[in-house]
C-alpha cells in the first residue's frame, strides 16, 4: 500500500517504521519542510519525507497523527478526500494529556464530521504505540472501528501486514466511544476474550 502519513512525532514516526518494515511505501509529512525529516528516515528506504500539500496525490491512504489541536487546521488543509481512507490515530487530550470534552462524541465522530469526504476507520491509539515496533508478530490484538465495510478490510490487512491482530470494535459511534481516551478498550493491550467480554457487555447497555 501507499500511505501517506500526516505528522512526524512520535507516533507517525513509529507507525511509518512499522508500516515500512511491513513492506509498504510511506510518505510522511510535517508541518515544516520535508527536508527536516531529511536523516530521521534514512535507513529505510521506503519512508519518504514530502510537503504536506502532496501527501493527498501520492498516497491511497491517509492517516491523521498530530495533536488533537491541530486536527481541525490539518483537515481544513487537506481539503477534499475524495472516498480515501482516512486512518485518525488522534487522542482528544490537551498539552496535559488532560481529556478535552467533545460533548459526548467519540473523538473519531467528530473528525468524520470534520472530513465527511473520507472513509475514516479508528486505529493505532489504544496502547503504547512503540508496541507497534517492539511486538510485531507477537499476536497482539489492535483496535479498530468504522462505518465503512471496505475502508475496514483495508485497515484490517494493513494491521495484519504489520504483525498485529485486528480486531474490529464496531462503528465510530459504538466502537469509537469504546477506543476513546478513558474508553473501556484504551489504555492497554487487550486479549480477545477480554475484548469480547467488554463488547458484548457495552452492546447490552444500548439494548
Not at 43 to 58: A, G, I, R
Not at 163 to 172: A, K, V
Amino acid at each position: 500500500m501507499k500511505i501517506g502519513i500526516i505528522g512526524a512525532g512520535t507516533v507517525g514516526s513509529v507507525l511509518a517504521r512499522s508500516m515500512a518494515m511491513s513492506g509498504h511505501e510511506v510518505y510522511i509529512a510535517n508541518s515544516r519542510d520535508p527536508g527536516t525529516l531529511s536523516g530521521v528516515f534514512s535507513e529505510f528506504e521506503t519512508v519518504h519525507p514530502v510537503w504536506k500539500d502532496d501527501l493527498k496525490s501520492v498516497s491511497e491512504i491517509l492517516v491523521l497523527a498530530v495533536r488533537w489541536k491541530d486536527t481541525g487546521k490539518v483537515l481544513e488543509e487537506l481539503g477534499d478526500m475524495g472516498g480515501r481512507i482516512l486512518i485518525d490515530v488522534t487522542n482528544n487530550v490537551d498539552e496535559s494529556f488532560d481529556l478535552i470534552d467533545l460533548g459526548g462524541k467519540p473523538s473519531s465522530m467528530v473528525i468524520q464530521e470534520l472530513v465527511p469526504s473520507a472513509r475514516v476507520v479508528k486505529a493505532f491509539n489504544t496502547f503504547k504505540i512503540s508496541r507497534y515496533l517492539d511486538d510485531r508478530g507477537k499476536g497482539i490484538i489492535s483496535f479498530l472501528a468504522g462505518d465503512d465495510g471496505q475502508a475496514l478490510e483495508t485497515v484490517s490487512n494493513l494491521v495484519t501486514s504489520m504483525g498485529f491482530i485486528p480486531y474490529i470494535t464496531g462503528s465510530l459511534s459504538f466502537g469509537g466511544r469504546l477506543m476513546n481516551v478513558k474508553g473501556r478498550l484504551a489504555g492497554k493491550a487487550r486479549s480477545k476474550d477480554e475484548a469480547d467480554s467488554i463488547v458484548r457487555e457495552e452492546a447490552a447497555k444500548e439494548t
